[in-house]
Structure formats: C-alpha cells, structure tokens
C-alpha cells in the first residue's frame, strides 16, 4: 500500500474486555513497531519486530499486552482485560530496515470506560 | 537510558515569522528523525537526520551529534505548520530502531 495503515481508527471498550489492533506496514518493509501516546506518558515505545520475530519486546506494560506478526507483514497488538489507563492513542510505523527512516500509520484511538 | 529534551515547550508565531526549535540528547545516538503532528494526530517525517543539515522547502535541519543537539528552523511560517514537533532518536546502545521522543514543540501559527 501507499503508506501504513491502522485498523480500526477509534475503538470504544469496557474495562475488562480484549482488544485487538491492527497495523498494515508498507509493503516491502521488514521492520515494524508498535509505540502507543498517551496524554501523561507522551510517545512511548511498545515492541519491535524485525521480519516475523520480537527481538525487542521492552515497552510492553505488562503481561496483558502482546503482539504478533505474521508473513514478514500485518502485524496484531492484543490487550487482555483493558484497564482505564490502557486508553492512548496507539500508533504503528514501518521502516525499510532498522536503520532507516520509521513511517508512522494514523493511529487507533483507543477508549476504555 | 538516554534523555530527550525539546526546547521550547510551547511558541506562538505570527505567520510569516521564522523560529527555531530544539532537541538536546543526553548520549551517543544512530539516528535522528524530526516528526510533525498534526492537529488530526498523524506524525509525518520531516527529516532523517543522524548528522549534518538537510533542507527541504521552508523547513531545514541541522544536527550536531557530536555537541549532541539538533536543531529545526522554520522559515516564513504558516498556519499549517502549526501543530507538535517531535524529535526523536536511536539511542546507540540500542539494537532495531527503537525510538526515544522527547515531550515535543507544540507550534501555533496566528494568521
């Protein structure tokens, strides 16, 4: 495709619930990332994946985060049992390699009540 | 780990007017990328720019890694410029691209 892109844009949930997000790199890109901004915390690092492995997976919160990616492509960030403090913006962004210019997506609004 | 601080926090500009925003990092870094956000959310590059000056259109940068600081001017600045500006960096001592943002410039441009 044309540039990243982020599914769903906004997502509306009850404390307790799982989410998933979904991040479509630029085709061709075999580092993808996954940061997450929230109003307190600013731009964070979540995970790194460089083809389909995780080497770095230190921005997790915690155990309820993961992700995964599948084909060297889409890649999916889980939440188990959203807590509050789980609502931020969370934002994907592809590069060529891991030493070149990231391309962010749109982003997925998330909200949880 | 390394720290990423932009200067300054806020800035308010009469169109026309040119500025000059800061990023200092607090240790060797691979890279270094400029970002603007706009009032939709979207981050959009603006430069790649681990070291020297690049320029495109009113915008350019310049970045001393060395002195450890990078520096993005604003030339004749519009309304659309406004928004956040965020500098971003790899700190050395990591692997895979990993970027650390500073707290970001938010610009607002007066007509």
């Known amino acids: 495709g044309a540039g990243v892109s982020q599914s769903p844009s906004n997502k509306v949930t009850e404390k307790g619930k799982d989410v998933e997000l979904r991040c479509d790199p630029i085709s061709g890109h075999t580092a993808l990332y996954w940061y997450r901004q929230s109003l307190g915390q600013g731009l964070e690092f979540l995970i790194y994946f460089q083809g389909n492995s995780a080497p770095d997976k230190s921005g997790l919160p915690s155990d309820r985060f993961s992700a995964e990616r599948t084909g060297g492509s889409v890649s999916t960030l889980t939440i188990q049992r959203t807590q509050q403090e789980d609502s931020a913006v969370y934002l994907c962004a592809s590069s060529l390699t891991d030493q070149e210019t990231q391309y962010f997506g749109p982003g997925t609004r998330l909200l949880v009540l | 780990g390394i720290q990423v601080e932009q200067s300054p926090p806020d800035l308010i500009l009469q169109e026309g007017a040119n500025s000059t925003l800061r990023c200092n990092f607090s240790?060797?870094?691979?890279?270094l990328q400029w970002f603007h956000q706009n009032p939709w959310g979207q981050l959009i590059n603006l430069f790649y720019?681990?070291?020297g000056t690049k320029q495109n259109g009113r915008l350019s940068a310049t970045t001393v890694a060395t002195e450890r600081y990078s520096l993005l001017y604003i030339s004749s600045s519009q309304t659309t410029d406004s928004g956040v500006y965020f500098c971003a960096v790899e700190w050395s001592y990591n692997q895979g691209g990993k970027l650390i943002f500073g707290q970001g410039t938010e610009l607002s441009v007066k007509p």
């Open positions: 240790d060797s870094v691979n890279n």
């Open positions: 720019i681990p070291s």
